[in-house]
């Protein structure tokens, strides 16, 4: 710390009367994520610094951290996105963090397990590999979406079939986790599912008419459409999860539901499918990002 830097008390106060003018100016959260520390850094005398990277001054990452210590994770996580991790029957939410520049961190931290579940999960080999996985989904998920690839993301019927794709799980995600009847995922889950082949088929040049005349509700037959014409969609991966759902329109008015188990594997192969069809359409692979780089064991 510099000599004329406040300490944290100080931080504090500055950053907190900060964020609350940016509100009182009507800046939601995610953008005073970023524009309250530099906001405080032009109070403390900085005109100009390096944002990201070598060179961030000290006071820069102190006035982020601070600023992130006062609200939750999901509260500040880019774009909101949200997904679930089954541990045992019980069902944690996952964030994805915000990064700057090339960061290390740990997946672990982002997960709303408690201080003794994750010591138990990180003796449990198996647990450890599922819960990676899962992160690494959401996380494309979560910035996939909104980097997708020429020409992709000018294409109309893509870039709505995807979003609405990730609306529905995340509110699946949000069901599971917020303490509902678990079984109100089911529908939000099959959708999602739909939702992401369909624009990849949309991304194929197919129009939604076609679309919904060739494929209907038959994840199967869409899911087969994508992995012809795209060799890196795991194609066996995804029909063996396909495989695993129930049917949209019979589950739809069927007073016999997936039991707490099977609806959260249903929703995390739904994470799987939406975020395989996103990385095909943009660039981004959280998986490739990992040292050593690590083997998907699930879904299986």
Same mark, same amino acid.
């Given at each position: 710390?510099?000599?004329?830097?406040?300490?944290?008390?100080?931080?504090?106060?500055?950053?907190g009367?900060?964020?609350?003018?940016?509100?009182? $100016?009507?800046?939601?959260?995610?953008?005073?994520?970023?524009?309250?520390?530099?906001?405080?850094?032009?109070?403390?005398?900085?005109?100009?610094?390096?944002?990201?990277?070598?060179?961030? &001054?000290?006071i820069?990452?102190? $006035?982020?951290?601070?600023?992130?210590?006062?609200?939750?994770?999901?509260?500040? $996580?880019?774009?909101?996105?949200i997904?679930v991790?089954?541990?045992?029957d019980?069902?944690?939410?996952?964030?994805?963090?915000?990064? %700057?520049?090339r960061?290390?961190?740990?997946?672990?931290?982002?997960?709303?397990?408690?201080?003794?579940?994750?010591?138990?999960?990180?003796?449990?080999?198996?647990?450890?590999?599922? %819960?990676?996985?899962?992160?690494?989904?959401?996380?494309?998920?979560?910035?996939?979406?909104e980097?997708?690839?020429? &020409?992709?993301?000018?294409?109309?019927?893509?870039?709505?079939?995807?979003?609405?794709?990730?609306?529905?799980?995340?509110?699946?995600?949000?069901?599971?986790?917020?303490? %509902?009847?678990?079984?109100?995922?089911?529908?939000a889950?099959?959708?999602?599912?739909?939702?992401?082949?369909?624009?990849?088929?949309?991304? /194929?040049?197919?129009?939604?008419?076609?679309?919904?005349d060739?494929?209907?509700?038959?994840?199967?037959?869409? $899911?087969?459409?994508?992995?012809? +014409?795209? &060799?890196?969609?795991?194609?066996? +991966?995804?029909?063996?999860?396909?495989?695993?759902?129930?049917?949209?329109?019979?589950?739809? %008015?069927?007073?016999? /539901?997936?039991?707490?188990?099977?609806?959260?594997?249903?929703?995390?192969?739904?994470?799987?499918?939406?975020?395989?069809?996103?990385?095909?359409?943009?660039?981004?692979?959280?998986r490739?990002?990992?040292?050593?780089?690590?083997i +998907?064991?699930?879904?299986?």
């Amino acid at each position: 710390m510099e000599a004329d830097d406040p300490d944290d008390e100080e931080l504090l106060y500055l950053v907190g009367t900060t964020d609350k003018e940016l509100f009182d $100016a009507g800046m939601d959260i995610k953008q005073r994520r970023w524009e309250v520390p530099r906001a405080v850094m032009r109070k403390l005398g900085y005109i100009s610094f390096v944002a990201a990277g070598v060179g961030t &001054p000290k006071i820069l990452e102190r $006035a982020r951290s601070t600023f992130a210590s006062i609200y939750r994770k999901q509260d500040i $996580a880019i774009g909101g996105h949200i997904g679930v991790f089954m541990y045992r029957d019980i069902f944690a939410r996952i964030g994805v963090p915000m990064g %700057y520049g090339r960061v290390g961190f740990n997946p672990f931290e982002f997960v709303e397990l408690t201080p003794i579940q994750v010591r138990i999960i990180q003796t449990e080999p198996d647990q450890m590999e599922i %819960y990676l996985d899962q992160f690494f989904d959401v996380a494309d998920v979560q910035y996939g979406t909104e980097e997708l690839s020429k &020409p992709f993301a000018t294409m109309e019927l893509v870039t709505r079939f995807i979003s609405l794709s990730r609306l529905h799980l995340h509110s699946a995600s949000a069901v599971l986790t917020g303490g %509902y009847d678990h079984r109100g995922a089911v529908q939000a889950a099959l959708l999602a599912t739909e939702l992401a082949l369909k624009a990849a088929a949309a991304a /194929q040049g197919l129009s939604e008419h076609e679309i919904r005349d060739r494929f209907g509700h038959n994840h199967s037959d869409a $899911a087969d459409f994508v992995g012809v +014409r795209w &060799p890196s969609f795991d194609l066996a +991966r995804v029909k063996r999860v396909v495989a695993q759902q129930p049917p949209y329109v019979l589950n739809r %008015y069927s007073a016999t /539901q997936p039991d707490r188990q099977e609806v959260g594997h249903l929703v995390m192969g739904t994470q799987y499918i939406v975020s395989e069809v996103v990385r095909l359409m943009s660039n981004r692979d959280f998986r490739s990002y990992s040292t050593p780089l690590m083997i +998907r064991r699930y879904p299986a």
